[in-house]
T-cell receptor, first 114, second 114 residues
Framework: DAGVTQSPTHLIKTRGQHVTLRCSPI?????VSWYQQVLGQGPQFIFQ???????GRGNFPDRFSARQFPNYSSELNVNALLLGDSALYLC?????????????FGPGTRLTVT | LAKTTQPISMDSYEGQEVNITCSHN???????ITWYQQFPSQGPRFIIQ???TKVTNEVASLFIPADRKSSTLSLPRVSLSDTAVYYC???????????????FGQGTTLQVKP
């Protein structure tokens, strides 16, 4: 079975631009979460979606938004990019939404903002 | 969610047993303890989860004392490929109603030498 897939692998954007990152969960997983990982730090929670509804939101500005589609894939959108948005963006999927500490992460999208 | 404290880095040699201890003094009654492993430029990977006493799987063992204020991840006979960052997480268990948000600290960077 395929694991969590993310696209694109790498992305270079300019300050002020918009970016869309995509994630496909493991087949059968209905929960998708997004994390931002800055170099040298642990991943930071951004959003969690379950059955197309937002179930959790981290401490990120409104420039960050996400959605989940009927097939449970998800998109993370970031508007008005800042240099500080440069990071590895990770998507994780899980079977359930509550207390789901066994989550499966994708390889991430490396975003560089110049 | 309970805060965790773990060493920033550890060194070991191939074939040795490695024990990484995590402190979580404010752990709540329904909190589980979970460990993740992360290689450079990859998403974290679930290693093991436990509530009390000892849990063992094909990869590692997790020792949790009776007071549950700390836990120790034990990696038997490490190899060079075990060089990675190891994260200790504490939070609500399955079915608790929590969103399943993972809160990562800085983790422990384990360097295995030949």
């Amino acid at each position: 079975d395929a694991g969590v897939t993310q696209s694109p692998t790498h992305l270079i954007k300019t300050r002020g631009q918009h970016v869309t990152l995509r994630c496909s969960p493991i087949s059968g997983h209905k929960s998708v979460s997004w994390y931002q990982q800055v170099l040298g730090q642990g991943p930071q929670f951004i959003f969690q979606y379950y059955e197309k509804e937002e179930r959790g939101r981290g401490n990120f500005p409104d420039r960050f938004s996400a959605r989940q589609f009927p097939n449970y894939s998800s998109e993370l959108n970031v508007n008005a990019l800042l240099l500080g948005d440069s990071a590895l963006y990770l998507c994780a999927s899980s079977l359930v939404v509550t207390g789901a500490y066994e989550q499966y992460f994708g390889p991430g999208t490396r975003l560089t903002v110049t | 969610l309970a805060k965790t404290t773990q060493p920033i880095s550890m060194d070991s040699y191939e074939g040795q047993e490695v024990n990484i201890t995590c402190s979580h003094n404010n752990i709540a009654t329904n909190d589980y303890i979970t460990w993740y492993q992360q290689f450079p430029s990859q998403g974290p990977r679930f290693i093991i989860q436990g509530y009390k006493t000892k849990v063992t799987n094909e990869v590692a063992s997790l020792f949790i004392p009776a007071d549950r204020k700390s836990s120790t991840l034990s990696l038997p006979r490490v190899s060079l490929s075990d060089t990675a960052v190891y994260y200790c997480l504490v939070g609500d268990g399955p079915g608790s109603g929590n969103t399943g948000k993972l809160i990562f600290g800085q983790g422990t960077t384990l360097q295995v030498k030949p």
